[in-house]
């Protein structure tokens, strides 16, 4: 039986309001005098961009072409203004899709590798450099995670890279950046920071894992200090998630989603996440849904068929919810936080059709990486069972 665990984290996090004015000082602390800034035309238009560029000294470029489903195309395209600019610093600003973005440019410019050839576990061979993420929305968790996700131009699917190297050197959170987050995706990035912290806390437990001969796991399952982090974020998200979304301008309400968010990447990274996000990656794909929706509808349903398991888990996340303890309250209590933020409530809504239930089955069922993360191993069969329950 495996006796040990890891756990891992930025070399910094830097987090409140306000948080932006101090990029300067950061960029300076790594000695940067060329930054790079990969962002999007959102970010520029809300100005949040020109603030950025003031408060760093020394010359600064700025890559405004980020996009909402960046691919491998894209990176291409990022990296060769990277080569030309050759920055010391990549600042990268914007949603997940922007850090992801920066991410995978970074690997594929120190590796001089193309960006497919770095997906899948362990598969960049060098530290990317210094990597600064200031998030604006809060939900995917980049700024803290070791792993991007980025649509693979040559077949037209997701995937994700998975890497220590990928984890950025510093996560720079200012949740005054998400207050101009529209109300959709506040509520779609709220969701999915609840199930990042959720899958953590019922991942497989780290003892049940086999010791790898690289004595490195792309994710450790659940361990101590992961069920912290997901503990803290579950109890965040219950209090202040339907707050930011009927009182969009509450900084105290963003600030705790936003150190939310930061504290679901950090459980979902080491611990990792398994049945809901193998199950939403169809789902995304096919009906162009977002990722955060996608989770939330599956992941009720994911909770019901691994209560055998972790019923007394889910009645602490009941718990960490402000429900009576139990795993159907658990359940109750996430499809209620769904309904009240106004997210789709089933596949239905997305545009699926019963009939194209199995093949997404067979899909998520291929991603045996989430498979193993799973305290109960799915037949593909029961993949398709959960998927006609969110149907």
């Known amino acids: 039986m495996r006796t040990t665990w890891n756990s891992y984290s930025n070399n910094r996090l830097l987090f409140g309001a306000g948080a932006l ?58 990296a060769e203004a990277m080569r030309e600019f050759q920055p010391d610093v990549t600042i990268a600003i914007g949603g997940g899709s922007n850090m992801d973005l920066a991410k995978l440019t970074c690997a594929s410019v120190c590796s001089d590798k193309v960006p497919a050839s770095l997906l899948g576990f362990d598969q960049i061979p060098c530290p990317i450099g210094p990597l600064i993420c200031v998030p604006t929305t809060a939900g995917t968790g980049s700024e803290s995670s070791a792993s991007a996700v980025i649509l693979n131009t040559a077949n037209q699917m997701k995937a994700a890279a998975i890497s220590p190297h990928l984890r950025p050197e510093i996560a720079l959170v200012d949740p005054e950046l998400s207050v101009s987050c529209p109300p959709k995706l506040t509520a779609e990035s709220g969701i999915d920071a609840l199930t ?27 361990h101590p200090l992961g069920d912290l982090y997901a503990e803290k974020a579950i109890r965040l998200i219950g209090e202040h998630f339907l707050t930011v979304l009927s009182q969009p301008q509450n900084i105290d309400a963003r600030t705790e989603m936003a150190l939310a968010a930061t504290l679901g990447g950090l459980a979902f990274s080491n611990c990792g996440v398994a049945l809901a996000h193998a199950l939403e990656y169809p789902v995304g794909h096919h009906y162009q849904c977002a990722h955060g929706a996608g989770n939330g509808i599956v992941l009720p349903e994911v909770m019901r068929f691994l209560a055998p398991a972790r019923e007394e888990r889910l009645a602490n996340i009941a718990t960490f919810l402000g429900a009576e303890p139990s795993a159907e309250s658990a359940i109750a209590a996430v499809i209620q936080l769904r309904k009240a933020a106004g997210l789709p409530q089933n596949l239905q809504e997305v545009g699926a059709k019963k009939e194209e239930l199995p093949a997404l089955a067979t899909t998520a069922f291929s991603l045996q990486r989430l498979m193993d993360l799973s305290p109960v191993r799915p037949t593909e069969a029961d993949l398709l069972e959960i998927l006609k329950a969110s149907y």
Request: aromatic share 4%; hydrophobic share 40%.
């Open 196 to 222: 990042h912290a959720i899958e953590a806390y019922l991942a497989i437990d780290s003892t049940s894992l086999a010791e790898p001969d690289s004595g490195l796991l792309a994710y450790e399952g659940s």
């Open 21 to 78: 004015e101090s990029l300067g000082g950061v960029v300076s602390r790594l000695q940067g005098k060329r930054a790079m800034i990969i962002t999007d035309p959102i970010m520029v238009s809300l100005g949040i961009i020109d603030r950025a560029q003031a408060a760093v000294k020394g010359e600064v470029h700025s890559y405004a072409d980020g996009e909402i489903e960046p691919s491998t195309d894209a990176v291409e395209r990022c």
